[in-house]
């Protein structure tokens, strides 16, 4: 919010400056003692100049303003959730956003272990879940984060850290193996069918009783069976039992290496996992992704548009662009011909990350050698069995001679990719200078 306001005074401190330069420009005008006006070819092109300019502020805080709203409209809860509610808030209560940290730390299971001063026996579990269900009964809890199944874009809060399961929609699972089928190739037969033809079911009708009523023509649509297992993303990490006394550095403990290790691991295997009956098969290892190699005469920017044009000419539209933060960069600071930022405007004002109109996460687990452009939730969806969860036990080989406990960060995730064609996997060209 801080910098959106920031925003809208500097633009309107530029527009009332460009006000001020058009009233200096008026001004110069010859005056007729008919009233009319006499203006030079400079004076006409000085104004209009100007006159462009404000036009153009004008419509940038207009901008910025109708995102400040949305923004406050997104912050605004609709109703107290079950977590606030038991904690005693107000229906009129401003909505706290709570990390995983945050929540753990709040969970019955960790109050009841400190007011004992952690003395016994240790055993909590946290998890997050993507819908807005919060429960605190037993030390589990979950909080709002990934999207809903309506959007596929990134439509959560604004300065998180985004990965690539954000780009799909919300899906869950109870089964341990998903079974499905995935498209090999579609031939569109579909054409105009009349009601009567000839003999032949071809030429005109005629009339007579060897007329032919018409048949819609069949189309091929080649199809094999695929087993997409549910697999386990998980790691341990120790910690001086002291940490559980120090509550900030055990929220950023959790949010920042128990979770997002989760995360970032999960962000590979989505890419680059090879599947073998038990593993995810990630996108990279799937057969029929469609590849794209750029052209040395094209920006970026430009190497990323005629990827998505490979993935519509297959009949799907992509929703999402995958690239690493080094490649990010090079496309943010692109300029035009006149020396302009191509998408620095868009960022500055919608504080989103887009290209061609699709939201972008970038990764370091995707190279600096390639970006991906995909139709995520129509060409693939990403299934949880278990959402991301924190473990904590005291109770693991020697840690009671060491003063140490064990956080075990995990989830149970399938990927299904039932359409590859709707995938381009682009190799980035520098381009000439």
């Known amino acids: 919010m801080a910098e959106t306001k920031s925003l809208l005074r500097s633009l309107k401190t530029q527009l009332a400056e460009k006000s001020a330069e058009a009233e200096r420009i008026s001004q110069t005008f010859k005056v007729e003692d008919n009233g009319g006006f006499v203006v030079t070819t400079d004076q006409a092109n000085a104004f209009k100049k100007v006159s462009t300019e404000a ?59 400190s007011q004992n001063g952690f003395r016994d026996r240790l055993h909590m579990r946290a998890e997050m879940e993507g819908k807005s269900i919060f429960s605190l009964s037993a030390g589990s809890v979950t909080h709002q984060t990934l999207g809903s199944a309506q959007n596929l ?26 079974y499905g089928a995935r498209e090999t190739g579609w031939t569109n037969n579909a054409r105009q069918v009349k009601e009567r033809y000839g003999a032949d079911g071809t030429s ?61 691991q999960e962000d590979w295997d989505l890419l680059h996992s090879v599947g ?84 972008v996460v970038e990764t370091t687990a995707m190279a600096d050698t390639d970006f991906l452009v995909g139709a995520f939730g129509l060409g693939a969806q990403l299934h949880d069995r278990e959402n991301v969860s924190v473990t904590v036990s005291s109770e693991n080989a020697d840690n009671f001679e060491k003063g140490l406990i064990t956080f075990r960060g995990d989830e149970r995730v399938a990927l299904e990719i039932p359409r590859p064609e709707s995938f381009v996997i682009g190799s980035w060209t520098p381009p000439t200078a």
């Open 55 to 113: 036009m153009e502020l004008k419509q940038l805080i207009a901008d910025a303003e109708g995102w400040h709203e949305i923004k406050q409209y997104l912050d605004a809860p609709e109703s107290p959730p079950a977590a606030g509610m038991h904690y005693g808030q107000s229906p009129q209560a401003a909505k706290e956003e709570k990390s995983l940290g945050d929540l753990f730390v709040e969970s019955d299971a960790y109050q009841s272990a």
């Open 153 to 178: 874009g990134i439509a959560e809060r604004a300065y998180r850290k985004f990965h690539i399961r954000d780009l799909f929609p919300k899906s869950s699972t109870k089964q341990a193996v998903l």
């Open 276 to 359: 073998d009956g038990q593993s995810l098969t990630g996108i990279y290892n799937t057969p029929g992704v469609q590849q794209y190699k750029g052209l040395s005469t094209d920006q970026y920017s430009v190497q990323i548009r005629r990827s998505i044009t490979k993935a519509l000419l297959a009949e799907y539209e992509p929703t999402g662009i995958v690239l690493s933060p080094t490649m990010w960069e090079h496309v943010e600071v692109e300029e035009d011909k006149t020396g302009a930022f191509r998408v620095a405007l868009q960022i500055a004002v919608g504080a989103e990350k887009k290209v061609w109109r699709l939201n």
């Open 204 to 264: 005109p009708a005629t009339g007579a009783d060897t007329d032919t009523w018409g048949r819609a023509p069949r189309s091929k649509l080649s199809l094999v069976p695929v087993m997409y297992p549910v697999s386990e993303i998980a790691h341990l990490l120790d910690a001086h039992k002291n940490i559980l006394s120090d509550e900030p550095r055990l929220k950023t403990f959790i949010n920042t290496r128990m979770v997002e290790g989760v995360k970032y």
